[in-house]
């Protein structure tokens, strides 16, 4: 299984930032894409930003993600970050990096190809 680790959760209060962190493992599949997920307590996973690229003109993301958080991909050290800018309390969740086949509009992979991490929490309350 491909195996990604990630790490940069905590609290943080409204309006504040946050930066997530994605240590993806070697793999060997062409046009692999990679993004975010997350999932609040009672709540399914959804997609928050992906991107085949790691370049903002490639990026997609969330309705709720749109204009507040930002996907990079560091293709040095083979990391995945998601840069998380005014946060919500809706935005309370743990967040799991993936990687796949495809990235749809919405920032949601289709196709996940590695394998559901830990995740890392991000708690947003006053």
């Known amino acids: 299984q491909l195996q990604l680790v990630e790490s940069g959760g905590g609290s943080v209060q409204p309006g504040g930032s946050l930066k997530l962190s994605c240590a993806v493992s070697v793999f060997s599949f062409d046009h692999a894409v990679v993004g975010w997920f997350r999932q609040a307590p009672g709540k399914e996973r959804e997609g928050v930003a992906c991107?085949?690229?790691?370049?903002?003109?490639?990026?997609k993301y969330s309705t709720s993600a749109q204009g507040r958080f930002t996907i990079s991909r560091d293709f040095t050290n083979y990391t995945l970050y998601l840069q998380m800018d005014n946060v919500k309390p809706e935005d309370t969740a743990v967040y799991y990096c993936?990687?796949?086949?495809?990235?749809?509009?919405?920032?949601?992979?289709?196709?996940?190809?590695?394998?559901w991490g830990r995740g890392t929490q991000v708690t947003v309350s006053s």
């Open positions: 993936a990687a796949g086949r495809y990235c749809y509009s919405g920032g949601y992979i289709h196709e996940v190809l590695s394998a």
């Open positions: 991107t085949t690229e790691g370049r903002p003109g490639h990026a």
